[in-house]
């Protein structure tokens, strides 16, 4: 507990030795690298981002966060396959495209989630940052996926989410892949309103959601 409140204070603090000290600490204590992640670290995140709409913290800390973060996140990925590996059992193995969507470049999320699905046996394809529909069209077309996962963490961009399902329609996929949506802009009611075929709050519940759909 005192070491989840000193990881959460590093990290909005932006000070990265510490950070990489005390996740180094809690993994060390055999807490699990998802609670980690899930837990203190995306806490903090959220937090900055406060913090930065009430004009204490510019794009320069918000930048240097993400840089911790990643930074943080070469030492936890190895433990979070690890542990993902256990939501694997018995499954088919789908094949997913992930993407962050046109005029967002947020990518911890996804990249994120991208681990976890890849960890638990799903093929995954990362299209980036930025993606708009013709670009995920083409993929749809090249590889074939029965799953698009897309990703938004501003409200602006979000709504584009619904734009990349019109395509489909348009195109004829729309019946071929399932479109599940996540991020911070999200939420169920949204992922419903636009016709998303599910919503997920976290990496776990994306790798559940994933995993139900497999069975
Ligand atoms: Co940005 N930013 N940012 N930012 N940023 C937010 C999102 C914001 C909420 C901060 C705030 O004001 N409170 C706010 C959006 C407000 C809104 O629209 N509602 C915001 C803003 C305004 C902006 C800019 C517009 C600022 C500016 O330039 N004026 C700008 C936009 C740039 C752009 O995209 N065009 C901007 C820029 C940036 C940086 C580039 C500096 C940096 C990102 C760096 C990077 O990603 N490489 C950044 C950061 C770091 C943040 C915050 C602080 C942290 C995001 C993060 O990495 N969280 C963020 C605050 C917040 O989110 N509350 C903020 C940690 C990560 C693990 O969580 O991404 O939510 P998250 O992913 C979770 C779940 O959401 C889910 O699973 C993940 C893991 O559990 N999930 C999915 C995510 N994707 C999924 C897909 C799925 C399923 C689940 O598919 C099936």
Known sequence: ?????????????????????????????????????????????????????????????????????????????????????????????????????????????????GVMLQAAGHEVIDLGVDVDAEKIIDAIKKYKPQIIGLSALLSTTARYMRVIIEELEKNGLRGKVKVLVGGAATTSEFAEKIGAGGWAPNAIEAVKLVNKIAE
Not at 29 to 35: L, Q
Not at 79 to 89: H, V
């Open 1 to 113: 507990e005192e070491l989840f409140d000193k990881l959460y204070s590093c990290l909005v603090d932006l000070d990265k030795d510490c950070v990489l000290d005390n996740v180094q600490k809690l993994l060390e204590k055999g807490v699990k690298a998802i609670d980690i992640v899930l837990g203190p670290m995306s806490k903090a995140m959220e937090k900055i981002g406060r913090l930065y709409e009430e004009g204490e913290y510019f794009i320069a800390e918000l930048m240097e966060a993400a840089d911790i973060f990643k930074e943080a996140m070469k030492i936890l990925e190895p433990r979070l396959r690890m542990e993902a590996k256990s939501m694997a059992s018995g499954r088919k193995r789908l094949k997913i495209i992930l993407a962050t969507v046109k005029g967002d470049i947020h990518d911890i999320g996804k990249t994120l989630v």
